[in-house]
């Protein structure tokens, strides 16, 4: 049974100049949008008990309560419900409102605490705009509140990066996610590159230095780009990591089930002409199973078990991946765990090379 939800939503007042995720400023769409969005959820959830629903973006702080369609779910006080919001004009009276229809985890795009460099990078919101959200948030109820960060971004240095996290940390939030500037050939930087952009060595130090501010700030290192005071971990993030089964609903939204990996379109119009028919749809080989199963374990910071997968794909692990395994650890990129295999601290910043070593 699938228990796990994504929803996407696609609206955004402008596009932020990194940004290369599917989202449109075409807000007078939003009313069919939602209409077509409810036609998909009605076809193809089958009424299962949720674990975890997830509205992203996009900006889902762009919908009004009832928008949200939580009502067509089958949830119970234990479902994590989260909203990604953009601090942007968030009011009290929304928060509350947002808390009543039973979202209860909050993820909040703040990118960082610099005026100069949000400007740079086309964010709509400023730092003020991040305190007053989260000033709010706690006086609406919510106490599972996360905060986004990207580090690599123009002229930032590394104080930079450390004063974001320090003013982070020391507001109270329990959840931290941290993303290296990636400019992808969609974006608005690909055909205008900034200036002063940290190289891939500042990028490195930069992480390596959250790494070590965030864990002496009782937060824990769960995932590669994850961080959780004990007990705020994503649920619904880790049922990705953890190669699980989830829906997805909306437009270029990204599904898992029954072995099957499915995206929807990417096109606003065609998606709302027909929400009912995948883009595409693939079912997984074994060996694509387990290789999934490995790249995605290896996100985590406990890592593999090798007995699971052995178990769950009839395999040898040891010795069927024994070079790249001896030879990773070798360079201190890998350690042994009770129960498999994870990532050092420097090998996660080559996890992409050594992961690629998996790959049949």
């Known amino acids: 049974m699938t228990k796990n939800v994504y929803i996407h939503i696609p609206f955004c007042k402008s596009k932020c ?20 969005l409810k036609d998909e959820i009605k076809f193809f959830y089958k009424g299962e008990k949720l674990n975890t629903l997830y509205f992203g973006g996009g900006t ?30 968030i009011t009290l009276e929304y928060l509350k409102s947002l808390k009543k229809i039973g979202i209860n985890r909050l993820s909040f ?8 460099i949000l400007k740079l990078i086309g964010r709509r919101h400023s730092a003020q705009d991040v305190e007053n959200s989260l000033k709010y948030a706690i006086e609406a109820g919510f106490e599972n509140i996360s905060l986004d960060f990207i580090y690599g971004l123009p002229e930032q240095s590394i104080k930079d990066f450390e004063n974001d996290l320090k003013l982070a940390v020391n507001s109270d939030i329990k959840h931290i996610s941290l993303y290296g500037l990636k400019i992808d050939e969609n974006c608005y930087f690909a055909q205008h590159p900034p200036e002063n952009l940290p190289d891939d060595d500042l990028q490195a130090e930069m992480y390596m230095k959250a790494i070590e501010i965030l864990t002496e700030n009782n937060f824990v290192h769960y995932e590669i780009s994850n961080f959780a005071k004990k007990g705020f971990e994503s649920k619904h993030n880790l049922n990705y990591w953890n190669n699980n089964t989830y829906y997805g609903f909306g437009v270029s939204a990204h599904g898992y089930e029954n072995g099957i990996r499915y995206y929807n379109t990417s096109d606003l119009k065609e998606y709302i002409n027909n929400p009912l028919v995948h883009k595409y ?23 593999i078990n090798i007995e699971k997968i052995n ?30 295999f994870a990532l050092t601290a420097n090998g996660i910043l080559i996890s992409n090379i050594i992961l690629s ?3 049949d």
């Open 60 to 89: 889902p702080s762009l919908l009004t309560p009832d928008e949200f369609l939580i009502s067509l779910f089958n949830i119970t006080t234990e479902t994590e419900i989260t909203a990604e919001l953009n601090p942007e004009k």
């Open 109 to 116: 795009g703040c990118q960082t605490f610099n005026d100069k």
């Open 281 to 303: 749809t693939h079912k997984l080989t074994i060996q694509e199973q387990l290789e999934e199963e490995i790249f995605l374990g290896f996100r985590k910071m406990e890592g």
């Open 357 to 359: 070593e998996f790959l």
């Open 17 to 36: 100049r990194y940004c290369s995720f599917i989202s449109y400023p075409e807000l007078e769409l939003k009313k069919q949008y939602i209409k077509a």
């Open 311 to 340: 178990k769950k794909f009839n395999i040898d692990f040891l010795k069927k991946y024994a070079h790249v395994i001896n030879k990773y650890i070798s360079y201190k990129y890998l350690k042994e765990t009770n129960d498999g």
